[in-house]
């Protein structure tokens, strides 16, 4: 089982940037993914983007343009770099892992919830104000 730890959470105003930082404590094989999730209060948990260790992305399309994930495979290390922040990305962000294969599946476990991944975190809470 691999322990993610999440970092990089605060409060920002609108306008201003986050960056997102998940370590895992094992080694993720070269087949797997990882990706970010976030909740809000009263609502369901939603992917935010996803990363196959083969490099393929996913960004859902509310994030697109202001999000952007990445991984540097020797530190075992995910990122969220967010920019222009809206009231609307206040929410607990999640990082999640799957050592199994992801090969076809970085598109589907993004618009799943999270259906799929194995192991997550505990979450890092971010707030953006007006």
């Known amino acids: 089982q691999v322990q993610l730890v999440e970092s990089g959470g605060g409060s920002v105003q609108a306008g201003g940037s986050l960056r997102l930082s998940c370590t895992a404590s094992a080694y993720t094989p070269n087949s797997g993914c990882m990706g970010w999730y976030r909740q809000s209060p009263g609502k369901e948990r939603e992917g935010v983007a996803t990363?196959?260790?083969?490099?393929?992305?996913r960004h859902a399309d509310s994030v697109k343009g202001r999000c952007t994930i990445s991984i540097d495979k020797a530190t075992h290390s995910l990122y969220l770099k967010m920019n222009s922040l809206q009231p609307e990305y206040t929410a607990m962000y999640y990082c999640?892992?799957?050592?199994?294969?992801?090969?076809?599946?970085?598109?589907?476990?993004?618009?799943?919830?999270?259906?799929?991944?194995?192991?997550w975190g505990r979450g890092a809470q971010d707030a953006v104000s007006s």
């Open positions: 990363i196959g260790f083969d490099g393929s992305t």
């Open positions: 999640a892992a799957r050592e199994r294969s992801c090969l076809g599946l970085v598109g589907y476990l993004l618009h799943h919830g999270g259906t799929g991944f194995d192991d």
